[in-house]
């Protein structure tokens, strides 16, 4: 138990359904993270928020829309998907700042395009 | 932007035996991390690093932190079937001015498999 859950474990979308991720953290944390982790593929960072506040989106398409309405919150709305798109979205969390900014990650959303 | 490489990308040993992998960088991180992943799960985080030279031990794994800030390895003594997963690097960025949180960069993985 990381302190960090992520609901649905398990998503299942057609190209034209809108769906959500939901991200909780337990810990204490002010920062939020999107990843995504493809097969044979680093974990690519797609979406940060630090202190409620989106400080990094990385070329992430428009299809992908987070939302963060708390530090203990975060959310990633999906709509009109492609195939390419499946892959294991994982959060993380940590402190915005300090000495520690260590990142605990949530067990991932396995998602699936079809 | 920054590389990490690491290695051996898969490993198969026989349970006891010990396990080496690395990380090396062409920049200087602040920060090192150590994350196991298994399947179906997230990473979870095994060792952190926040030291150039710093050597950590957590049960039968140990991790330093390069004194040259560009690498980084982790040591797994006596391995047992519970270890399969995928070990992940990651090193950690200095915070850029104006931002608030330090940007990680993860390796490739190295994939290990124990046989009993």
């Known amino acids: 138990e990381t302190g960090v859950t992520q609901t649905p474990r398990h998503l299942v979308m057609g190209m034209t359904n809108k769906k959500s991720l939901k991200c909780e953290q337990h810990?204490?944390?002010?920062?939020m993270y999107w990843y995504k982790q493809s097969a044979k593929k680093p974990l690519e960072l797609m979406f940060v928020?630090?202190?409620?506040?989106?400080?990094e989106n990385n070329s992430v398409p428009s299809r992908f829309s987070p939302e963060c309405p708390n530090s203990s919150h975060l959310f990633l709305h999906l709509h009109t998907l492609q195939p390419e798109d499946s892959a294991l979205y994982l959060c993380?969390?940590?402190?915005?700042?300090?000495?520690?900014?260590?990142?605990?990650f949530g067990p991932g959303t396995r998602l699936l395009v079809l | 932007g920054q590389q990490l490489n690491q290695s051996p990308q898969s490993m198969f040993i026989q349970e006891g035996e010990d396990v080496s992998m690395n990380c090396t960088s062409s920049?200087?991180?602040?920060?090192w991390l150590w994350y196991k992943q298994e399947p179906g799960e997230g990473p979870v985080l095994l060792i952190a690093?926040?030291?150039?030279?710093e050597l950590t031990s957590n049960g039968r794994l140990t991790a330093q932190f390069g004194i040259t800030r560009k690498d980084s390895f982790l040591n797994i003594s006596a391995s047992i079937p519970s270890d399969v997963g995928i070990y992940f690097c990651?090193?950690?960025?200095?915070?850029?001015?104006?931002?608030?949180?330090?940007?990680?960069?993860f390796g490739q993985g190295t994939i290990l498999t124990v046989h009993p």
């Open positions: 993380a969390s940590s402190r915005a700042r300090g000495s520690s900014e260590t990142q605990y």
């Open positions: 990651a090193g950690q960025e200095a915070r850029a001015g104006g931002t608030s949180y330090g940007k990680l960069t």
């Open positions: 690093l926040y030291k150039a030279g």
């Open positions: 920049s200087i991180f602040n920060t």
């Open positions: 928020y630090s202190l409620e506040e989106r400080v």
């Open positions: 810990l204490g944390h002010n920062a």
